[in-house]
C-alpha cells in the first residue's frame, strides 16, 4: 500500500484537533450572509449617540462608533439609488434601482418616475444626468466589501462626494494587483464645507502591516464568494453625502472591469 497522503488527508492533519467542517457551507452564495454596513457619521445623523461621533465610522451591528478603522480590502461592486429626495427617510422605498450601477432591476423598467419612463440601461435615463452644478437625482455608488481587523465581513459605501476618493482606492488596488499584494487600508475622514454646510467625505491610509493571520485566513475561506454584490440590498439610510482571492497574499477582484473614468488621477504614495 502506498505511503502517500491523499490531499484530503493532508488537509486533515493540518487542522486544529477542535475544528469541526459546517457541511454546505461551500454551497453558499453572497445573498446567504448578513452584511453590517460602516457608515461615515454626518451631523444629520440620527442613530444613537450619531451627535457625538460626526466624522467617524459607525458599525450598524455593534453600533460602535471607530474614529479610524483598519480593513482589508476583498471586493466591489458598483450600484445605483434613485430616492424621492423631498420626502427621503431612513424607512423610503427606492424609485428605482440598479445592482450594477449599468441596467435597473427589471421591476423598474418602463415604470414612470416624476415624468421620465425608466430605460432599461442607466446611461440613458435622465434621472443619472447632471444637470448645471445640481447633482443627479439618482446616485452611483462604489460599495466596497471589506473584512475588520476581527476578520467580521462588512460593507462601506463610497458616493457623492466620495466617489473621488474611491477613485484613489482602486489606484491603489490596481497598483496591488501588479504586485500581488493585499489593499490593507485606514478608513477616516475629512470635514468639508459646501452650499449645504459642513459634512464629511471618507479618507483613507494605506497600512504598511501585514494583516493579521486571521483576516487572511477568512479571506482565504471567502475565496469566490462576492459580498460586495450584496451592497444594492443593504439599508441606505445615509442617503446624504465579485471577489476571487486566489491566496490569502492575493486578492483578486472580478468586479474590478472599470474604465479610465473610474480611476483619479492624483495617485496616492504607494509604500508596497
Known sequence: MSKALTTKEQNALALPADYVEVAGFDQLGPEDFSLPRMILVQSQHVHEGAEKHPGEWYRTDTNEHIENP??????????RALFDS????RDSEPLCRSDDGYKPRMEYIGTGVNGVTIPNNCASCPHGEWSGDTAPSCQLADNWAALSEEGEPVI?????????????????IRVARARKRPTYIELGSVREIGDQGNYFVPSFQIVREVPPPDVLEMAKELSGINLASRAAEVSDFDNTNGVTISSPEEPEFPGYSHSDADYQPEQPEIPF
Open 156 to 172: 462601506f459605501r463610497m458616493k457623492g462626494s466620495g466617489m473621488k476618493v474611491s477613485k484613489q482606492l482602486k489606484n491603489v
Open 70 to 79: 483598519r480593513v482589508l480590502v476583498i471586493g466591489i461592486a458598483k450600484s
Open 86 to 89: 423631498d420626502t427621503f427617510s
